[in-house]
């Protein structure tokens, strides 16, 4: 796993363990406890979200990579072979 899935991960852990630890120290009424906590759940979406998009954006950009190199080495190696060819049909 790389850096990126590691960050997520442990973002999601701290979302998730600020959320419950929220709940249980929260010295407010039931009702005060539920809106704040569907605010921290409103808030917690929507930087989930905003992780998405940057892994998308992230995967997209080394996929990319990866294909650009690929496209290279196919042309460098055709090339290497055209060169191979002119040069053993130059001998005979």
Do not use: C
Not at 2 to 7: E, H, M, R, V, Y
Not at 29 to 39: A, F
Not at 71 to 88: I, L, N, Q, Y
């Amino acid at each position: 796993m790389d850096n990126s899935g590691k960050s997520t991960i442990a973002f999601l852990m701290g979302v998730v363990a600020g959320g419950i630890l929220g709940v249980f120290f929260a010295p407010k009424s039931g009702k005060e406890t539920r809106t704040d906590l569907h605010r921290y759940i409103k808030d917690a979406e929507a930087n989930i979200e905003k992780k998405k998009e940057e892994i998308k954006e992230a995967a997209s950009r080394q996929l990319s990579k990866v294909k650009d190199q690929m496209s290279r080495a196919f042309r460098d190696g055709m090339e290497e072979m055209e060169t191979k060819e002119g040069e053993d049909g130059a001998g005979t």
